[in-house]
C-alpha cells in the first residue's frame, strides 16, 4: 500500500491556511494532521489541499482505484466521499461508517474516467470522533524504491533555502523516499555545516539559474535516479506537497513533466500559474492556465483537476524524467524551462501540472525590469526558434519594437537600449553560438553593469505632483510635448528641483511624461539610476534599433534552421569537480 496524499491542517499564515481547511473547520483540528469533532458536527474537507485529483490519476497512471485510511479513531461517525464532476456537479461514492481502530482502511473507491475530484465530508451523532491521521492511498501498488533528487538552485538567498532544507530533512513522508536533496550554490557562501544532515552541496561558479539546474541534473544522471524535482530557493514550500507530486511521477505509465502549481506570494489563495504555453510569435508573451483563479473558492477547483495539457512547467517546481531530460546549453537564466518542456514533447512527453501539489513563489510582475531582461529577450527568441510550432518574424519583431517604443517614451534610455541590444543578440544566433564560453562570460558582464544602479534615496521626492491623478488634459500636454523630447510644454525638474521618480515596476508615462529628467528605481532596494530626455539619444537609438530590425528580418530564415547543440562533455568543461 502506498500512500498519495496526506491530509495536513497546521499552517498558521491565514491567507496560505484557508487552502489547507475552512475556517469553520479550524476550532476541531489537532495537530498538524488530526481532528477531533464533538457530537452533532459535520464538517466538509473539501479545500484544494485536500482534493484528490481524479482526473490525473486515471489519465497517466494505472491505479483503478484508492482508498481512506484513518489511523488512531476513537468514537464513532460517518465518512463520506463525494466526487466533484468537470461542471461542478457533486456525487456521493462512498458512505463509511466508521468507529474505534488503529487503522481503518475504506472500502474501495473507483476512479472515474472523466474530469473531477473527491473530498470527505465527517459527520459525528451522539457521540465525538477523534481522528489522528487521514491520508488517501492505493494498495495495488507498493512504495516506490526508484532513486529521486530534489535539485534546488540557490544564489546568495540563505534566508529562503536554509528554512526548506531544514522542512524537507524533518518531512516523515520524504523520509520513506529514495531521495537524494542536492543543492548547487552559485554563489560559494554556503558550507557544510550550514546545512541539515544528508544534504548534499555542491559549490560552482555562478552559471545562473541554467547551469545549476543543469548541475543537479548531471548528479541526477550520473547516480542514475529516476526523477528529479527542479526547485528554486526563493520559494515557500509544504514538503507534502512535494511528496505527492514525487510519488505521482513514479506511478505514471510513462514519462511526463510534471508541475508544481505556482500560488501567488502576495494573495496566497490565487493561483498564478498552473503551467503555461508561449506564445510562437509574440516574444514575452506567456498564456498562464488558469491564472488569478481564487483557489480558496470550492465552486472553482473543478477548474484546476482538469488534465490540461501545456508546453511547459516552470522550474521554481517541476518533477523531470532524468533520463530523457536534454541537457541545454549555458542560457544563464530565462526560458531554458519552456524549451526543456519543448524539447521533451517533440519525445512525446506531456508537460502536466497536479493542482494538489503547490508551493508559493514571488509574483513576478513584482520584480523590477534588470539586466536578466538581456537573456529575457535573447533565450525567448532561441526557445521560439528550436520549437516545431511556426514562428513568424513580422509579429516578434512587432513585441520587440512595442516595448522599445514604449520605454522610449517613457524616457528610460537604459532600458530601451537592452531592448536593442537584445535583439542585435537575437541576430547573432547560430548552431555555436553557445560553444564560445569566453563571449558569453563577456556578455554577462555587460549584463550585470549596463544600468548604473546606486542608492538614491536622498533623491527620491515627495513633491505633490509626483502623485497627483492626470487626467486627459495632461495626457494632451504630454503628447504636445513629444513625450518631453521637445523643448514645447515641457519641465525639466520637479519643483523641488528633483527629477521625477518613476518605479520599474511602474510606467507612470502620464506624470513621467512632461519631465525631461527621470529617476528609475527598485522600490525594494531603493537603488536606481538617472535618465535625461535627449532627442539625440532618441535618434541614436531609433536608428540602432531600425538597423537591428533589418538583420533579424534578414537573418529569420536561418534563424529557424536553428539546431540544439549541446556536445558530449560541454557541461563538464563548466562545472568544478563536486564536493
Known amino acids: 500500500m502506498i500512500r498519495l496524499q496526506h491530509f495536513e491542517f497546521n499552517v498558521e499564515h491565514i491567507d496560505k491556511r484557508v487552502l489547507f481547511a475552512s475556517e469553520t473547520v479550524r476550532p476541531f483540528i489537532r495537530g498538524s494532521g488530526g481532528l477531533n469533532l464533538p457530537a452533532q458536527q459535520d464538517i466538509r474537507l473539501n479545500q484544494l489541499a485536500h482534493c484528490f485529483p481524479n482526473h490525473h490519476y486515471v489519465r497517466f497512471t494505472d491505479i483503478g482505484a484508492v482508498q481512506l485510511r484513518l ?3 476513537i468514537g464513532e461517525g460517518t465518512v463520506q466521499v463525494y466526487f466533484v464532476d468537470g461542471l461542478g456537479t457533486n456525487t456521493l ?8 481502530g488503529d487503522h481503518l482502511i475504506s472500502p474501495d473507491i473507483p476512479l472515474r474516467h ?7 465530508r465527517i459527520t459525528t451523532g451522539l457521540t465525538s470522533l477523534e481522528i489522528c491521521d487521514l491520508a488517501w492511498v492505493a494498495d495495488q501498488v507498493a512504495e516506490p524504491t526508484d532513486k529521486l533528487v ?12 536554509l528554512p526548506n532544507l531544514e522542512k524537507l530533512t524533518r518531512c516523515p513522508e520524504l523520509g520513506r523516499l529514495n531521495l537524494d536533496i542536492v543543492v548547487v550554490d552559485n554563489g560559494r557562501t554556503l558550507s557544510n555545516n550550514d546545512l541539515p544532515p544528508g544534504v548534499q552541496l555542491i559549490s560552482q561558479d555562478n552559471l545562473g539559474g541554467t547551469g545549476g539546474f543543469m548541475r543537479s541534473l548531471h548528479y541526477a544522471k550520473r547516480i542514475e535516479a529516476s526523477r528529479i524535482l527542479f526547485m528554486d530557493d526563493d520559494v515557500e514550500i509544504y514538503p507534502e506537497l512535494l511528496y505527492r507530486a514525487l510519488v505521482f511521477s513514479t506511478l505514471t505509465r510513462d514519462p511526463i513533466a510534471l508541475g508544481v502549481m505556482m500560488m501567488s506570494a502576495s494573495k496566497p ?8 504555453t508561449p506564445d510562437y510569435s509574440w516574444v514575452y508573451r506567456i498564456y498562464p492556465h488558469n491564472s488569478g483563479l481564487n483557489a480558496r473558492k470550492t465552486k472553482s477547483l473543478h477548474k484546476l483537476n482538469r488534465v490540461h495539457p501545456v508546453a511547459f512547467t516552470g522550474w521554481w517546481g517541476t518533477v523531470l524524467p532524468v533520463r530523457e531530460t536534454p541537457y541545454v546549453p549555458n542560457m544563464f537564466i530565462k526560458s531554458d524551462d519552456i524549451l526543456v518542456g519543448r524539447m521533451l514533447d517533440h519525445q512525446g512527453i506531456p508537460s502536466v501540472t497536479l493542482p494538489n501539489a503547490f508551493l508559493w513563489h514571488e ?13 529575457e529577450i535573447r533565450n525567448a527568441c532561441y526557445m521560439r526558434f528550436l520549437s516545431k510550432e511556426k514562428t513568424h518574424a513580422l509579429p516578434m519583431l512587432a513585441s520587440m519594437a512595442r516595448l522599445f517604443v514604449k520605454y522610449l517614451m517613457l524616457g528610460d534610455h537604459y532600458r530601451s537600449s537592452i531592448i536593442v541590444w537584445g535583439l542585435q543578440e537575437v541576430s547573432r544566433l547560430n548552431d555555436d553560438y553557445f560553444l564560445d564560453a569566453r563571449r558569453l562570460a563577456d556578455l554577462h558582464q555587460r549584463a550585470i553593469t549596463h544600468f548604473p544602479m546606486q542608492d538614491v534615496s536622498n533623491l527620491l521626492s515627495n513633491h505633490r505632483d509626483v502623485g497627483r491623478r492626470r487626467g486627459l488634459f495632461d495626457k494632451l500636454l504630454v503628447v504636445a510635448s513629444g513625450f518631453s523630447y521637445l523643448p514645447l510644454l515641457r519641465r525639466r525638474n520637479l519643483a523641488d528641483g528633483k527629477p521625477f521618480p518613476v518605479a520599474m515596476t511602474d510606467s507612470a508615462l502620464a506624470g513621467a511624461g512632461r519631465f525631461r529628467n527621470l529617476l ?5 532596494t531603493f537603488k536606481g539610476y538617472r535618465s535625461e530626455r535627449r532627442l539625440s539619444v532618441l535618434c541614436q537609438q531609433s536608428l540602432m534599433f531600425l538597423g537591428a530590425s533589418l538583420r533579424f528580418l534578414w537573418r529569420f530564415r536561418q534563424l529557424q534552421k536553428l ?6 562533455g560541454y557541461w563538464d568543461a563548466l562545472f568544478t569537480p563536486d564536493h
Open 520 to 524: 528609475f528605481f527598485d522600490p525594494s
Open 363 to 375: 509574483d513576478f510582475d513584482k520584480k523590477p525590469f534588470s539586466w536578466q531582461f538581456i537573456y
Open 269 to 276: 489563495w490565487m493561483v498564478w500559474e498552473q503551467g503555461g
Open 71 to 73: 489511523s488512531k479513531v
Open 150 to 161: 530534489i535539485g534546488i538552485t540557490t544564489f546568495r538567498r540563505e534566508q529562503y533555502v
Open 114 to 120: 472523466e474530469s473531477g475530484y473527491f473530498f470527505v
Open 93 to 100: 461514492v462512498l458512505n463509511w461508517a466508521i468507529s474505534r
Open 563 to 568: 539546431k540544439l547543440n549541446v556536445p558530449n
